[in-house]
């Protein structure tokens, strides 16, 4: 993606599996790999360690999809959700979310 890419530590990482991007606009990703929907816990645990990892921005990535819960919180938290279905469009998502904010001018 042309951005630094960042594996957290197994134990102590705040919910947050890679951090993706330069400040202040990085990007906290939690990555599931699961056999049915991923629920609400994963969106909460990513929402939450974000500003622990210095991130601004959160996005749950997994190989199923996601419970209506899940949907919900993602929504109100401003999370970007991955499905299985979104997969194949990951990178330009990542690329979307970390490009720098432009300045708006007065």
């Given at each position: 993606?042309?951005?630094?890419?960042?594996?957290?530590?197994?134990?102590?990482?705040?919910?947050?599996?890679?951090?993706?991007?330069?400040?202040?606009?990085?990007?906290?990703?939690?990555?599931?790999?699961?056999?049915?929907?991923?629920?609400?816990?994963?969106?909460?645990?990513?929402?939450?360690?974000?500003?622990m990892q210095g991130c601004t921005k959160t996005m749950v990535v997994t190989n199923h999809e996601f419970t209506p819960a899940a949907r919900e919180l993602a929504?109100?938290?401003?999370c970007t959700l991955v499905g299985r279905s979104e997969l194949l469009m990951l990178r330009?998502?990542?690329?979307r979310l970390t490009e720098p904010a432009t300045p708006t001018g007065s």
């Open positions: 993606c042309g951005v630094p890419v960042i594996m957290t530590s197994v134990t102590g990482d705040w919910g947050v599996d890679l951090i993706v991007g330069n400040r202040p606009d990085r990007l906290a990703i939690q990555c599931k790999r699961r056999s049915r929907p991923v629920g609400a816990a994963a969106v909460q645990e990513v929402v939450a360690g974000a500003p929504q109100l938290h401003g330009s998502t990542i690329r």
